[in-house]
Every structure is written in structure tokens, then in C-alpha cells.
């Protein structure tokens, strides 16, 4: 009888899983649909006219479930939303916790029908920055690093530039191009990637050794359209001080660069986050760019993909598991130590639009 760890995932299999995802992310759905119905008989008044969903959604836990304590029903319903809750918990949190134990493996490469290594240690993570069998995952990270952060960087500026001068400015078009950029943001950007390739390959950028600079432009192209929640929190903060400003003969720029972005830190983290994260972790859009180029202009995640097929994925499936580690490290430290700013600039842009 085969293991679960080793079950390869045929018709059958794929539709089973997709069944227990849906029902977790029904469960989840349930759960606050009830804590919100819950809050609402207990104080008997209009969750939507005393209580935003910010509000609603940052009581404490107890405080949700203390509603029920009066009677053994509400013993039974609070047992049986914790058991589901962490049911949840350990139903998200285990893939993650198997790939970071199966890149502890030392005893073999291949897929085990067994969870906990039977000897431990970083043979793997030493494989991947030796650059080994023409494998060279330094060079990948390095490649998604560079693309990432100056991505990121660019698209920041140009969106909270945007931002500044859509929430500040009053020209002729204004609305018209707001809901313009609104609408045509909604379309996936895949939709154009015929065209965007013959533009790239017209100009040599496809599969040669500029074509990160190409993917590069690809990411940035189009970066206005995220305006949105920049200029909501924008909106929050007074226009007197740019008044104030104006008066003593500073200029829209000098205003920008000297009172509005020192005030926008959390809009800037947040804006930040979201530009690094999409280059970071996309492949169709680098694979169709620079797939087909040379090992060293490859970014990590097609580089890694390369290491799931059918003939290699026995030879470097503990290696792919390392290589997933590694690459989630960055980004769950820049959540981790930016996270309230990251929130703060959410909930800041979606009050005024």
C-alpha cells in the first residue's frame, strides 16, 4: 500500500485534493460568517453601521467567542470551531513543514514514503551554492534578487508619483482617466504577451544576454495602474500642509519628496512589499522571456522548475525543497519585520478613494 507521501497525483488524486481545499477554505468562510452573525444578536444593532469590518475583524478572539459561554450549546459550538480552526492550521501549515524537513534529508534525493529524515543534514543547501552539474542556483537568486529589487524600486516611485498627482492635482480627463486605468487594470496581463514578445524580439531582448533588462521593463510597463490605494492614503493627509508649503515657495516636487513621503511610510512599505513580491516569485513571464537562454540569465524559479520533470525530479527533489526554503526566507523576513507598516498602509489606502 502506498504511502500518501508518495502518491503521485493522477485524476483521481487531483480531484480528491481539490475537494479537502474547498471545503477548508468553505470552513473558514463559515467561521466568520458566524462570529460576524454572533457579534451581531448579542448587541442586537447594525454591524454595518456601528462596526467597520477593521473594527469588527481586530476584536480579540475571546471576545468573539465569549458570546456563547452562557449556555452548553455554546461550550459544544466554541469546542467545535476550535478543533476546525486547528484543523485549518495544520491542513496549511503542513506543506510547508514537509518541505523544510525533507531538505534536511541527507539518506536520499528521491521522494520517501516516509515524513522525518532518517539522518539529517545540509548536504543539500552546501549543493546549491556550489554550482554544481551546471546548476547554478547562486546565480538564479542573484538574478531574481537584482530584477526584484530594482523592479520594486522603480515601480514604488512611479506609483506613488501617480498616486500623488491624481489625489492632488485637478486637471481636464482626471476622472476619466482614473476609471480609464481602473478598467483596464482588471485584465490579466497575460493577454498581451503575443504582442509583448514581438516587441521584445524586435528589439533582441528575447533569450539573449539583455533579456533580464527586457523582463525588467515588462514588470515596470503598466505600474500607474496600481495607483489606487496610494491615492487613497494620500487622500487622508491634510492638503493644508501642501498649501502651507506652496506659500512659502516650495515647489509639487520639493512638496513630494520633503512633507508627503516622510508622512507615507506605511504606503511605502506596503507598495514596496507588493513590487518585490510579483517579480520574485512569477515564472510564466520570466520563462517566456528568458527561458530559453542561458543558464547564468535564468531566474530561480525557472531554474528550479526545470527540476520537476519527470526524469530529474528523483535526482533533485530534496534539492527543490532546499532551494524553496531558501528562496521563502527573504520575503517572510520582509513581512515579518515590516508587517504593521504593511497593514497600516492597507487599511490607511482603502478609507478614502
Known amino acids: 500500500m502506498k504511502s500518501l507521501l508518495s502518491w503521485s497525483l493522477d485524476a483521481g488524486a487531483t480531484v480528491a485534493v481539490a475537494v479537502v481545499l474547498g471545503l477548508v477554505i468553505l470552513a473558514q468562510v463559515g467561521v466568520v460568517v458566524y462570529l460576524i452573525v454572533s457579534r451581531k444578536k448579542k448587541y442586537g444593532v447594525s454591524i454595518s453601521r456601528n462596526y467597520s469590518p477593521r473594527r469588527l475583524m481586530g476584536v480579540r478572539a475571546n471576545r468573539f467567542f465569549n458570546s456563547h459561554r452562557k449556555s452548553a450549546k455554546g461550550y459544544i459550538v466554541d469546542a467545535f470551531i476550535y478543533v ?14 514537509y518541505l523544510v524537513l525533507t531538505s534536511f534529508r541527507v539518506e536520499s534525493t528521491r521522494i520517501t514514503d516516509y515524513l522525518l529524515p532518517k539522518q539529517w543534514g545540509l548536504d543539500n543547501y552546501i549543493w546549491l551554492f556550489n554550482n554544481t552539474e551546471n546548476q547554478p542556483f547562486l546565480t538564479w537568486y542573484l538574478n531574481t ?3 526584484s529589487l530594482v523592479v520594486s524600486v522603480i515601480n514604488t516611485l512611479i ?3 501617480t498616486a500623488y498627482a491624481l489625489s492632488r492635482m485637478r486637471f481636464n480627463g482626471r476622472q ?4 480609464f486605468m481602473l478598467i483596464l487594470g482588471m485584465f490579466p496581463g497575460f493577454l498581451g504577451m503575443i504582442c509583448i514578445y514581438k516587441i521584445l524580439d524586435a528589439m533582441g531582448m528575447i533569450n539573449t544576454n ?4 527586457g523582463l525588467m521593463l515588462v514588470y515596470i510597463s503598466g505600474t500607474m495602474m496600481g495607483y489606487y490605494v496610494s491615492k487613497g492614503f494620500f487622500d487622508t493627509i491634510s492638503k493644508s500642509l501642501d498649501e502651507a508649503a506652496m506659500i512659502d515657495g516650495a515647489s509639487r516636487a520639493r512638496i513630494f519628496f520633503s512633507i ?24 510564466m513571464m520570466a520563462n517566456y ?3 530559453s537562454g542561458g543558464a547564468d540569465f535564468k531566474t530561480v524559479a525557472i531554474g528550479m522548475y526545470n527540476w520537476l520533470t519527470d526524469s530529474e525530479l528523483p535526482k533533485y527533489f ?7 526554503v531558501v528562496v521563502s526566507i527573504l520575503p517572510i523576513v520582509m513581512f515579518f519585520f515590516m508587517q504593521r507598516y504593511y497593514v497600516a498602509g492597507i487599511t490607511g489606502g482603502s478609507v478614502k478613494g
Open 145 to 147: 534578487l537584482l530584477i
Open 159 to 161: 506609483t506613488l508619483l
Open 318 to 324: 530534496t534539492r527543490f525543497c532546499a532551494g524553496g
Open 289 to 291: 522571456i528568458v527561458g
Open 176 to 179: 476619466a482617466l482614473m476609471r
Open 210 to 213: 539583455i533579456s533580464i533588462l
Open 84 to 97: 476546525l480552526l486547528t484543523v485549518i492550521c495544520v491542513v496549511w501549515v503542513f506543506p510547508f513543514v
Open 260 to 283: 508627503i513621503l516622510p508622512l507615507s511610510k506605511p504606503i511605502i512599505i506596503q507598495t514596496l512589499l507588493g513590487a518585490f513580491v510579483g517579480p520574485w516569485g512569477d515564472y
